[in-house]
């Protein structure tokens, strides 16, 4: 069993009930960073997960599952220790990842050729099945219901929507450009209404249909302000929906900031500057508070979603991308 390494002797004390914790995998390295939400402070980091990328976690929050590129892995850890459980082996290179609402499945994008998203069960931690997507999978998801996986291709351009029980796909959408990371809204009866998708080269998102299977807009976010360093190949990269389901926010590596928008009227309510080259995001459960991974300047900023304002910046390991949030028992 590899080793794991504690960055702080508050481990040592128990766990207040329903601890809320941010995962933060950094990419350019072999840590991922646990911040407390009620500190804004790193107080744990598991360590000799090479190059991770993708993190999900089991429904009950007693396990975080951490997709390893280097290493073409999948790995299970102790939320409340930061303990390496163990692996499973995965068919090629993985992107991110997602699980099954019941828990018993994790959802894992295998970006190299041909593409697939592969199925790992999680009580064995065995690969139960590969299920073919055209194109290398960057993202996969599972709809709010829990009915579907959802796969994004960059390379392939194209979305492809898979029953998560029989695993087989059910509709495709192919696009211009790659595919990059999704927000899903969810109808009153909870089934999924419209995703938004953020797509390679442009600064901003297409929304989808997901009953029509079909683009219905294309928003362009606001060329002011600017200040940051665009990235050329997404522009745009992190998008989420608020717990509430009022806003949704995007990322903007043009400005450095995340743009909010309102729902489900799509209206730009304003921005937030951000660190730079701001890459993924995740709230808080309560919808407080916002983090932001900025994947240029090492760092995660804290928004305050109610003022809109920055209030804290973490220092964190190298190149953040996926974050995520789960709440300890």
Aim: net charge neutral; hydrophobic share 40%.
């Amino acid at each position: 069993m590899k080793s794991y390494c504690v960055l702080s002797c508050l481990l040592a004390l128990p766990l207040a009930a329903n601890t809320v914790r941010i995962y933060q995998t950094n990419s350019a390295g072999d840590a991922v960073d646990i911040i407390d939400a009620a500190t804004n402070t790193v107080v744990l980091q598991v360590k000799d997960i090479e190059v991770p990328h993708g993190v999900a976690f089991s429904p009950d929050g007693s396990r975080a599952y951490i997709s390893c590129e280097a290493e073409n892995t999948l790995w299970a850890t102790d939320t409340k220790t930061g303990k390496l459980l163990g692996k499973a082996s995965l068919s090629g290179h993985p992107n991110n990842i997602a699980i099954s609402k019941d828990g018993r499945r994790v959802f894992v994008g295998i970006v190299a050729a041909p593409g697939a998203v592969e199925v790992v069960d999680t009580a064995s931690l065995k690969s139960i099945k590969s299920v073919a997507v055209r194109g290398g999978v960057h993202n996969t998801y599972v709809t709010p219901d829990g009915k579907f996986v959802v796969a994004g291709s960059v390379v392939g351009r194209i979305l492809t929507v898979i029953d998560a029980q029989s695993l087989q796909p059910v509709w495709e959408l192919p696009f211009d450009s790659g595919v990059r990371p999704m927000a899903f809204e969810a109808g009153n009866d909870g089934s999924t209404s419209r995703i938004f998708v953020q797509l390679s080269g442009l600064h901003g998102f297409a929304v989808v249909n997901f009953k029509t299977h079909e683009v219905v807009a294309r928003i362009k976010m606001p060329d002011e302000p600017t200040g940051g360093t665009a990235q050329a190949g997404a522009p745009s990269h992190g998008i989420g929906i608020s717990p509430d389901g009022k806003t949704l926010w995007v990322n903007s590596s043009i400005a450095n900031a995340v743009f909010v928008y309102s729902l489900p009227d799509l209206k730009v309510l304003g921005y937030v500057r951000a660190g730079e080259v701001p890459d993924w995001l995740t709230f808080t459960p309560d919808g407080t508070k916002l983090y932001v991974a900025n994947s240029g300047s090492n760092s995660v900023s804290v928004i305050d979603t109610a003022t809109r304002k920055q209030v804290a910046v973490i220092p964190v390991g190298e190149v953040p991308k996926r974050n995520g949030t789960v709440v300890i028992p």
